[in-house]
């Protein structure tokens, strides 16, 4: 009895290259985005962590109230720098992910499959948006729970949204890009820490600038972190935003027009090495 040999030959949809990136982001943003759920520490790293920052800041920062207008308590000061801080740290999570995806081998099972190099980038990214945006509800409904009094109209909060969110994405690309570039999951660490810690703390987030040593103030008052920060402030309590509002944006843009093609040549020479 002679046995027939099946052969199976798999046959994959043709698309557009444009079209095929975004099927393939929207899958990696689902399988980044799942991790965020399905990663207990990482849950509640999201929920906790803001937590703990506001608790502690406020505590250990309230005297720095007493230099502020009368009608502005210290809490209402500090919520926006604390979620921008916790926004902009929450943001490296892309880096860690991009390390450990390539670390791993993951990329290499992506490469045997007709997808997007990008796609992968994009997923991490964006995942660290919805990340941002948990951590940041948890943290105003932990600020209202303090005594945070927000005074921003619906219109407001549509642009202190939109701020922080490409915010987000302007960090994330940043991110990426040390994330293909540090050769192990603990040299990304270190490379987020003197990126991001000198940019959160030498900024407007927990004292005004003004009270901040003359030889730190230029850069405290002219760094990114610092505009997104007051434009963020200006907008929660009502106070004048001046200038900082469209140099938030066009620092964010900025940071995104070098960040998104750096990071995506970058992986792409990576994942060809690999």
């Known amino acids: ?12 949809s043709k698309q557009p290259k444009f ?13 980044s985005s799942t991790h965020i759920i399905r990663n207990t520490d990482q849950l509640l790293g ?18 720095v109230g007493l230099a502020l ?6 809490l209402d000061f500090l919520m926006a720098g604390i979620i921008v801080q916790t926004v902009a740290f929450g943001s490296t999570t892309t880096s860690i992910a991009v390390a450990n995806d390539l670390q791993r081998g993951i990329v290499d099972r992506f490469k045997s499959l007709p997808m ?25 409904l932990t600020g209202l729970l303090f005594g945070f009094r927000p005074d921003a109209s619906f219109s407001d909060w549509m642009l202190i949204i939109g701020i922080l969110v490409l915010f987000t994405l302007a960090f994330s690309w940043l991110s990426a890009i040390m994330g293909v570039l540090a050769k192990s999951v603990e040299g ?11 940019l959160t703390f030498a900024s407007g987030a927990f004292a005004p600038t003004e009270s901040l040593a003359e030889w730190i103030r230029p850069f405290a008052e002219n760094q990114p972190i610092t505009h997104v920060i007051e434009a963020v402030r200006g907008l929660m309590i ?17 940071i995104l027009v070098v960040s998104i093609p750096v990071a995506t040549w970058l992986f792409k020479k990576k994942t060809i090495k690999v």
């Open 188 to 198: 990304v660490q270190w490379m987020s820490f003197l990126i991001v810690f000198p």
């Open 46 to 63: 999201t929920f906790f962590q803001p937590i703990m920052f506001l608790v502690l800041f406020t505590a250990v920062f309230n005297a």
């Open 19 to 31: 079209m095929q990136a975004i099927t393939d982001s929207l899958l990696m943003i689902k399988r």
């Open 69 to 74: 207008p009368k009608d502005i308590s210290y």
């Open 1 to 12: 009895m002679n046995e027939k040999e099946t052969q199976v030959e798999l046959v994959f």
């Open 116 to 140: 997007s190099n990008v796609a992968v980038l994009n997923g991490h990214v964006i995942s660290d948006v919805f990340r941002n945006g948990i951590s940041t509800t948890v943290m105003l």
């Open 238 to 254: 009502g106070t004048p935003i001046d200038d900082h509002g469209w140099l938030a944006i066009v620092w964010s843009l900025g």
